[in-house]
């Protein structure tokens, strides 16, 4: 039975593209972008901060939209890490890019003491899903749905995609989905 | 409710109008501790009130409570300046945490108004135990000051005013420059309570680094009559003004726990079933005042159409 997803862990914008506006009660802000689509999300925001405060208290980094490997959210984490070092109270961060690598920034981002309401978050796609065996401890990166059943790529198990993530890793809880039918017999 | 007794074991009334008691139990036993911030309802006089915990908490083998006199109150601290004496017992429930301290807070800005002070002594106590970085902004009347010695001993960063204007100016400067991870504690009459909130808004704070110790609120006018509806039985009546839900429900033979009634403690919470209300309470949150399938009963009210009460 499928739950009301509101009321799980898995955030609306992982599920479908979302597109709120600019946060605009901070004071200083730190947007990241990843690909060409957060950063058209990432022009909206910065015009619309400037439009209130001016354009001098925002800092943008543009990443890679991770569609390859894990590089864009590494060096989206190691600029944010950066800009933490001198952030004041009112600081805020703005994050626009596939959710997927926004689950993952997400949970750096409150390992580094971010609060839910310091953070806003932009999807720009939700087709890709980083799943975590429960099985291995491996983790599969894969165009899957919630509820899809996907290899994991370490002991090949077939995981459910279930309806939980992680708010530390990003990662969606797999597990294995025939567990309890009996084994085939090798021929 | 395990409520405890506990015997006056020292008075001080050194600061005037403030009145601090140290309560043991009687037979000399360690009291339950508490966390940092909490605070003790004590039965005064036919009043119940509730009172901040001045020490750290561990293992405490004394509750020590400030109480300012409020001439205009309900007459609860009136009772303790001066029906209260040395050796005599009070009944008072078990510490409620309400106020604690964020530790994994980078750093921790306390802002004290008058008698707001004593949960700030609380947390300054448990900081320095445990190392915690802690800034202190406290303002009092020229001579009404409580706790000056035992704050200066407690923190480096300690700042103590009487001039209000020197006092903002500084309160400004701090909320402008905390480093990110900072956690801003508050406690002190409504209108202070607003100012510092209201300045620390503006200033870009999130509600989640924003923690608040209301003393209570202000004197609340008697409000419009209305219907109000028992789920169980259908009863049905109205509220006059100048009367509370619950007092009505109390007439009436319900039996609803409360403690302040005065829209603190949260403990004469009814659960809502239809009708709006009027929410003029401190405790519940912004999120459950728009659900709206949540009364205190004790301060708000219901609207135009009846208040169904899931009792």
């Known amino acids: 039975m499928r739950p009301d997803l509101e009321l799980t862990s898995v955030p609306v914008w992982a599920l479908n593209p979302t597109r709120p506006g600019a946060d605009l009660s901070g004071r200083a802000w730190t947007i990241i972008a990843f690909g060409p689509h957060g950063a058209d999300i990432a022009q909206t925001w910065i015009d619309q901060i400037a439009s209130v405060h001016g354009e001098s ?3 943008l980094h543009r990443c890679d939209d991770g569609t390859q490997c894990d590089d864009g959210t590494a060096s989206a984490i190691e600029a944010l890490t950066a800009d933490l070092v001198d952030a004041r109270v009112g600081w805020r961060l703005m994050m626009a890019g596939p959710a997927d690598a926004c689950l993952r920034l997400r949970g750096a981002a409150g390992a580094l003491g971010v609060a839910d309401d310091e953070m806003t978050v932009a999807s720009t796609d939700d087709d890709a899903r980083t799943v975590h065996c429960v099985h291995c401890g491996a983790v599969t990166r894969a165009q899957v749905q919630l509820d899809q059943v996907l290899p994991c790529s370490s002991c090949a198990r077939k995981l459910l995609v279930y309806h939980h993530v992680s708010r530390r890793a990003g ?4 597990f294995m989905v025939d567990a309890e039918q009996p084994a085939e017999v090798p021929s | 409710m395990n409520t405890l007794k506990l015997v006056v074991t020292a008075i001080d009334d050194t600061v005037g109008g403030i009145r601090t008691l140290t309560l043991a139990d009687p037979d000399g036993n360690p009291l339950p501790s508490f966390t940092p911030g909490s605070h003790i309802v004590v039965e005064c006089g036919g009043k119940a009130n509730a009172y901040s915990l001045t020490g750290d908490g561990n293992s405490p083998t004394a509750y020590v409570i400030s109480v300012l006199r409020c001439a205009d109150g309900s007459g609860g601290s009136r009772w303790i300046h ?15 945490s309400a106020f604690a301290p964020v530790l994994r807070a980078r750093r921790h800005l306390l802002v004290a108004a008058g008698i707001g002070i004593t949960p700030m002594v609380s947390h300054l106590r448990s900081a320095q135990t445990w190392g915690r970085d802690v800034h202190l902004l406290y303002i009092h009347r020229q ?25 903002s100016a500084e309160l400004l400067a701090a909320l402008a420059d905390q480093p990110f991870g900072t956690h801003l504690y508050v406690c002190g009459p409504a209108s202070f309570i607003d100012d510092v909130t209201g300045a620390a808004t503006r200033l870009g704070w999130p509600d989640s680094r924003i923690h608040l110790e209301h003393f209570g ?15 169980s ?4 009546f109205v509220v006059d003004a100048g ?28 659960a809502v079933s239809a009708g709006t209300i009027i929410h003029r309470d401190l405790y519940l949150t912004d999120a459950d005042k728009e659900a709206g399938d949540a009364v205190m009963s004790c ?8 208040l169904e009460v899931a009792l």
Do not use: K, M, N, W
Request: charged share 25%.
């Open chain 2, 217 to 231: 609120s202000e004197a609340l006018d008697p409000g419009e009559p209305f219907t109000t509806r028992v789920a």
């Open chain 1, 57 to 59: 208290a925002v800092r």
């Open chain 2, 233 to 236: 039985t259908g009863e049905e």
């Open chain 2, 299 to 306: 301060v708000s009210r219901g609207g135009a159409d009846t």
């Open chain 2, 243 to 270: 009367v509370s839900l619950l007092e009505e429900l109390e007439r009436r033979g319900f039996e609803v726990p409360s403690l302040c009634r005065r829209g603190v403690c949260g403990e004469c919470r009814l």
């Open chain 2, 143 to 167: 001579g009404r000051g409580a706790y000056l010695d035992t704050v200066a001993e407690l923190g480096q960063h300690v700042s103590i005013h009487t001039e209000r204007a020197a006092f």
């Open chain 2, 82 to 96: 001066d029906e209260l004496a040395l050796g005599d017992t009070v009944a008072a429930g078990p510490a409620r």
């Open chain 1, 171 to 174: 990662t969606y809880l797999g």
